[in-house]
Structures are given as C-alpha cells and as structure tokens.
C-alpha cells in the first residue's frame, strides 16, 4: 500500500475508533469494531478525486467476502490528499447493487472458466509436448509454471520419474482453468461518488456516529429476518 493511502486509512481507524489484527495480511480486513457483542468489520476505502478503487482482480472470492457481512467507510479527501472532508458509511445492504452489478458481469467468463478447461484432452497434449510414456517434471513446469511449487509437482507424479498422459492432462485442465479465472477477472472496479449522493455524510463524531449506523442496520436485518 503506498505510504499515503496506509497514512489515509490509520487516519480513518483513529478517527472512528477501529480496531486492527495485530498480525493483519493482505487479504484480510482493514479493520473491526465489538458492538453489542458482534464483531464488525470494515473496508476502508479513500479517495482524492470522484471515485474509488477497490481491488486488482475482482472475481467470486471478493462477492463472497463482501456480501452480507462487510461494512464500508468510504472517506473523501482534498485533491492534495492531506485534507479529510467528509466520510461515508456503507452496510453489506447499501453495497449490495453494486456488489451484485459486479458480479452479473463477470459471472458469464466465470461459467466458462468452469466448463471449457473439460474439454482439454489428450490430443491437446500430444500437440503440445509430444507424445510420450512418461512426462518428466520439467513438462509438468512447462504447464503449470510457477503456480505450484517444488512439493506439488513431487505428490502429483503418478509413475515413476514423472507423470502419465492421464496425470498430465489433469494438471493442463487445472492450468486452463486457472488461466480462464485470471482472465475473467474485474480489473480494479471503481464505486463512483454519486453512488453516496443520497447518505448520510459523516462529519463530526466519526466514532459514535458510524456505531449508530452500525446499531441501526443490525437492529433492521434482524427484524427483517424474523418477519421472514
């Protein structure tokens, strides 16, 4: 993360009072709060111009992991980047059409990314690497590349030395389908600011302010699920 975005979102946690896992990865949440027992966690996502990105590959795996229990804070800054001037809170609700726009779009890649890599065959091999008894790990390499590592390739042999016609067909329809998925993917979708012209701006009293926003959503999801 460049050193102002990471300057930009310790500034949001401070402000709202947000909590973070000390050994916090990549793929992990930006940052969480307890309210009323529950733990809530939060996209934090800032921006200096009209909109926002959001992440490199957008696929399955990201819906998955925003949808229903992701909260968002969305902060707007000054084109220097050194001003806050507003922030934005979103539930899993809020987010919803947007998440969902997303992925009708790229559901159909999606589907194909699932069905093609079965029509991989033999005769697909023997046009690639040639038709031979045994193929040594050095093919299986030429397919899968640095997809897998040195243990992978090792549990994968089937025969002595290396892998038969039917083991390398396997892994050609897992490479297929991992270079299908790679190529579905979103790249880096922007939420655009007019999607927030209708809420509520955040101002003043970040944290008691977003922790009744919070309050408010749990309060409605849970009587919508009781009068379903």
Same mark, same amino acid.
């Given at each position: 993360?460049?050193?102002?975005?990471?300057?930009?979102?310790?500034?949001?946690?401070?402000? *709202?009072? %947000?909590?973070?896992?000390?050994?916090?990865?990549?793929?992990? &949440? +930006?940052?969480?709060?307890? !309210?009323?027992? $529950?733990?809530?966690?939060?996209?934090?996502?800032?921006?200096?111009?009209?909109?926002?990105?959001?992440?490199?590959?957008?696929?399955?795996?990201?819906?998955?992991?925003?949808?229903?229990?992701?909260?968002?804070?969305?902060?707007?800054?000054?084109?220097?980047?050194?001003?806050?001037?507003?922030?934005?809170?979103?539930?899993?609700?809020?987010?919803?059409?947007?998440?969902?726009?997303?992925?009708?779009?790229?559901?159909?890649? *999606?589907? %194909?990314?699932?069905?093609?890599?079965?029509?991989?065959?033999? &005769? +697909?091999?023997?046009?690639? !690497?040639?038709? $031979?008894?045994?193929?040594?790990?050095?093919?299986?390499?030429?397919?899968?590349?640095?997809?897998?590592?040195?243990?992978?390739?090792?549990?994968?042999?089937?025969?002595?030395?290396?892998?038969?016609?039917?083991?390398?067909?396997?892994?050609?329809?897992?490479?297929?389908?991992?270079?299908?998925?790679?190529?579905?993917?979103?790249?880096?979708?922007?939420?655009?600011?007019?999607?927030?012209?209708?809420?509520?701006?955040?101002?003043?009293?970040?944290?008691?302010?977003?922790?009744?926003?919070?309050?408010?959503?749990?309060?409605?999801?849970?009587?919508?699920?009781?009068?379903?």
């Amino acid at each position: 993360m460049p050193a102002q975005d990471d300057a930009r979102e310790r500034e949001m946690r401070q402000l *709202f009072n %947000l909590k973070i896992a000390p050994e916090r990865g990549r793929a992990d &949440v +930006d940052a969480f709060l307890e !309210l009323d027992g $529950k733990t809530i966690n939060f996209e934090l996502k800032s921006s200096t111009g009209k909109s926002f990105s959001t992440v490199r590959d957008f696929g399955p795996d990201h819906v998955a992991k925003w949808r229903n229990s992701l909260h968002w804070i969305f902060a707007f800054y000054n084109k220097g980047g050194d001003q806050l001037l507003r922030c934005i809170y979103a539930s899993p609700a809020d987010m919803e059409p947007w998440i969902a726009e997303k992925e009708a779009y790229v559901a159909p890649d *999606f589907a %194909l990314a699932d069905t093609l890599p079965d029509f991989v065959s033999e &005769v +697909d091999l023997i046009e690639i !690497l040639g038709d $031979k008894a045994v193929y040594s790990v050095a093919d299986a390499k030429l397919v899968m590349k640095k997809q897998w590592k040195a243990a992978d390739y090792k549990d994968r042999q089937d025969v002595p030395h290396g892998f038969s016609k039917e083991a390398m067909v396997k892994l050609m329809r897992l490479r297929a389908a991992y270079v299908l998925r790679r190529g579905s993917t979103l790249n880096n979708p922007h939420i655009p600011g007019s999607y927030f012209k209708n809420f509520e701006a955040i101002t003043d009293e970040h944290a008691s302010k977003v922790r009744a926003l919070v309050s408010d959503y749990l309060r409605a999801s849970a009587t919508d699920s009781a009068t379903a």
